[in-house]
């Protein structure tokens, strides 16, 4: 039998190195403080696609048949290891340290397709994935394939926090969580989530915000078949918040009618710096592009909020 790690205990960050890394450091701080003794693992994860390649393509025999497995490949590529990536990585790590990380951090290098390899070694223990956000939008976040859109489109048992942008006063993204709930297993594992994280910020935490739409042409069409009424998902989501600590005074209930996407943005612009908590269901792209997502409109409506997708677990 499997078993998987409890949430919010094994931390991967996927990293685009010379790429920006100083949000998701300044978060994984934030996390560490607020999560204590309970952070049992980080990795810094960089995984080489090929660029070291073209950049000493010249030095290369391209009549090599077998090129990758070459000594002057191989040569190359630990020449890029050592000379460029370990000493950024390295200050990847000790940014990460003045940040306020104190769990031991290793350092992973990869080679292959980045999408597949975070996947992979996501599979191999960790709870949650990093990463911060470049605001693609959402056809161009598919169609040109950026590493978090295909992530997405994967089926993680990971939870992916997409890192937005702080406040001037980095003030925990935390302060104030919205989760969507629905019903599903999905919407409960992110309610579970955020219940973990609100019970270890207490306080920071000041308002969290379950929000529950009814999809007006959708209950007309499964009316008669076991649709969850409102006050029954709203009340179990609550319970799970209340039963991991979270005080009644900061939990809300939102109940609308309408296109899920709609009101739920509405309900982010009243709250402009939320984070956003969302269940995911691991949708292929083609789904994603054409049926359309609540979580996906949201991710690109709101590129400057923190957003965490859950997966079920």
């Known amino acids: 039998m499997t078993t998987y790690p409890q949430p919010l205990t094994r931390f991967l960050l996927p990293m685009d190195i010379p790429s ?52 002057v490949f191989r040569k190359l590529k630990e020449q890029h290891i050592h000379g460029n990536l370990a000493p950024k990585l390295d200050e990847v790590k000790d940014f990460l ?9 290793d350092i992973i290098i990869e080679d292959g397709d980045p999408v597949q390899r975070i996947s992979e070694i996501a599979g191999q223990g960790y709870s949650t994935i990093v990463m911060e956000r470049r605001g693609l939008s959402p056809i161009h976040g598919i169609m040109v394939g950026s590493v ?13 926090y997409l890192v937005g942008q702080p406040k001037k006063n980095k003030v925990c993204p935390a302060s104030c969580c919205l989760i969507p709930v629905d019903g599903s297993v999905h919407s409960l594992e992110a309610v ?6 609100a019970s270890h910020c207490s306080e920071v935490v000041k308002k969290l915000i379950l929000v529950h739409v009814l999809d007006l042409a959708r209950f007309a069409e499964e009316s008669g078949i076991g649709v969850t009424p409102a006050d029954d998902v709203l009340s179990e989501s609550w319970q ?43 949708r292929n792209r083609l789904g994603e592009l054409f049926m359309g997502s609540v979580s996906r409109k949201i991710i690109h409506r709101y590129p400057d909020n923190f957003v965490a997708l859950v997966s079920e677990k």
């Open 240 to 282: 799970v918040l209340r039963d991991s600590g979270v005080p009644e005074e900061v939990i809300s209930r939102v109940v609308r009618s309408g296109d899920p996407g709609e009101v739920i943005s509405e309900e982010i612009d009243k709250r402009p710096s939320c984070m956003i908590f969302m269940g995911r269901r691991g």
């Open 20 to 71: 920006s890394y100083e949000r998701a450091a300044w978060f994984m701080g934030t996390l560490t403080t607020a999560l204590e003794d309970r952070i049992e693992k980080i990795s810094i994860l960089h995984v080489m696609a090929g660029r070291y390649l073209s950049s000493h393509m010249e030095n290369v025999d391209v009549r090599t048949r077998h090129i990758v497995n070459s000594d």
């Open 97 to 105: 340290g003045q940040s306020g990380v104190r769990p031991p951090v």
């Open 148 to 160: 978090a859109a295909g992530l997405l489109c994967r089926r993680l048992r990971a939870t992916v």
């Open 192 to 197: 579970k989530e955020a219940a973990i994280l």
